[in-house]
């Protein structure tokens, strides 16, 4: 089916442990996002891209890290996880900067 | 410093009643006001939008009005139903860079039956 998908929807894992988030679109949209949203603070940005091999910083990078060497894949890196970055993880795409973004349905992230 | 508010954490509204949910921003350069709509356990899915150079926007029982000197926006959801209950995200858009779209805190939408 033609969409967004991120997987895994759920993870536990702890402090210091690498994670990794992933995020598949089938539409070859050009930019993709990520997004932690978290009470109070709403949906904040992370990472964007603008095609493949082109990644640049959100609001709130430290301590992520993202690739895009094909366009229809965002990764997301958490190199060594903090209990700070327990959080719902959205991965977004859209194909215009003047386009509506659509959303996969997040990823639950929990680190203990 | 956040560009565009959302003032109301919650909202709850009898069903079949007006629910009016607002957003301030403060860049007057937007050039897109955005409405996202978000159930648990799912992403936000795009709702409705307006452009920055007209007033209001109406797409059956969803309307937004933006005022532009006030640097406001609103939902209007007529008549309101136990199905709108969920996370609404105001957002604006720039029309320039890859990095151009600001989004509220949210207002959690609550419609009793």
């Known amino acids: 089916d033609a969409g967004i998908t991120q997987s895994p929807r759920y993870k536990i894992t702890e402090t210091g442990r690498q994670v990794t988030l992933m995020c598949h679109q089938t539409?070859?949209?050009?930019?993709m996002f990520w997004y932690r949203q978290d009470l109070g603070h709403g949906l904040r940005l992370i990472y964007y891209?603008?095609?493949?091999?082109?990644?640049d910083k959100g609001e709130v990078p430290d301590g992520y890290v993202v690739s895009r060497s094909k366009t229809e894949n965002f990764p997301l890196t958490l190199e060594s996880a903090t209990r700070s970055q327990t959080s719902v993880y959205f991965c977004?795409?859209?194909?215009?900067?003047?386009?509506?973004?659509?959303f996969g349905d997040g990823t639950r992230l929990s680190i203990l | 410093d956040q560009q565009v508010k959302q003032n109301s954490p919650s909202l709850s509204v009898q069903e079949g009643r007006i629910s009016i949910l607002n957003c301030d921003y403060t860049?007057?350069?937007?050039?897109?006001f955005l409405w996202y709509k978000k159930y648990p356990a799912e992403g936000p899915t795009f709702l409705i939008s307006?452009?920055?150079?007209?007033d209001k926007n109406e797409d059956g029982r969803f309307t937004v009005f933006l005022n532009k000197s006030a640097k406001h926006l609103s939902l209007h959801i007529v008549p309101s139903q136990p199905g709108d209950s969920a996370v609404y995200f105001c957002?604006?858009?720039?029309?320039?860079?890859?990095?151009?779209?600001?989004f509220g805190t949210g207002t959690r939408l609550t419609v009793i039956p």
């Open positions: 957002a604006a858009l720039l029309q320039t860079g890859a990095n151009n779209l600001f």
């Open positions: 860049n007057s350069m937007f050039d897109y």
């Open positions: 307006i452009s920055s150079i007209k």
């Open positions: 891209s603008a095609a493949a091999d082109i990644t």
């Open positions: 539409w070859s949209h050009s930019y």
């Open positions: 977004a795409s859209r194909q215009g900067t003047d386009q509506p973004q659509h």
